[in-house]
Structures are given as structure tokens and as C-alpha cells.
Nanobody
Framework: QVQLVESGGGSVQAGGSLRLSCPASGYVYCMGWFRQFPGKEREGLAAIYIGGGIPYYADSVKGRFTISQDSAKKMVYLQMNSLKPEDTAMYYC??????????????????????WGQGTQVTVSS
């Protein structure tokens, strides 16, 4: 069973940065980050294949967010820079066993991810 536990959320002023972390237990291949605004569906932000591969980014975060991974530690990170108040949301780590190429293809689709963390709140004040 894969267990995901996000950390690193919190409150920050606009323009600031946060780094989210997510260690995974079990055997996972593709890990991603999503966020959810109240009353909205989860939005895919970034995904990466553990062990390397081209990361997927949503257009809304390209240039500001960076996903990285440590295959030895089975960790995935989301570095978030130049945060805006509209980035305020619950952020989730997700994972799914899949092949390297498929990870990029499914990166933004929450329905394709099997395992989910409980989420960590990010609040950006103006």
C-alpha cells in the first residue's frame, strides 16, 4: 500500500516561496502535485517519473513551480516561487504505478492517479 504525506504548506506573502515535500512508501513510479480550490475539481500542476524523465507542467505554473524527485529517498518536491494570492488552495501529492512516458501524458489528469495524500494548505496573502 502506498502512503503519501505532504508537508511544507503554510502561509506566505505574495511573491514568496514554499517548497512542498512528499515521501512515498511502497512502490510508485509517477508522482504528481495537484491543487484544489473550494468547490472546484482538482487541478494538475506537475508530475514526474521517479528515476527521471521529462516533467509535466500545467501552463498555469510553468516558470514559477518546479517539480523534482529523489529516487533513492522516494521523495518528490514542488518548489513554488513568485506565489500569488490566487495560488491559495489545498495542495495534494498523488502517485500511480505507470511507465515513464505515460507519466508525462497523464500528468494533469487527477483521474489517472491512484494514490493520494491528505493535502497541505497553502495560503498566499497580498
Amino acid at each position: 500500500q502506498v502512503q503519501l504525506v505532504e508537508s511544507g504548506g503554510g502561509s506566505v506573502q505574495a511573491g514568496g516561496s514554499l517548497r512542498l515535500s512528499c515521501p512515498a512508501s511502497g512502490y510508485v513510479y509517477c508522482m504528481g502535485w495537484f491543487r484544489q480550490f473550494p468547490g472546484k475539481e482538482r487541478e494538475g500542476l506537475a508530475a514526474i517519473y521517479i528515476g527521471g524523465g521529462i516533467p509535466y507542467y500545467a501552463d498555469s505554473v510553468k516558470g514559477r513551480f518546479t517539480i523534482s524527485q529523489d529516487s533513492a529517498k522516494k521523495m518528490v518536491y514542488l518548489q513554488m516561487n513568485s506565489l500569488k494570492p490566487e495560488d491559495t488552495a489545498m495542495y495534494y501529492c498523488a502517485a500511480v504505478p505507470t511507465v515513464r512516458g505515460a507519466c508525462y501524458d497523464i500528468g494533469g489528469n487527477a483521474a489517472d492517479f491512484r494514490y493520494w495524500g491528505q493535502g497541505t494548505q497553502v495560503t498566499v496573502s497580498s
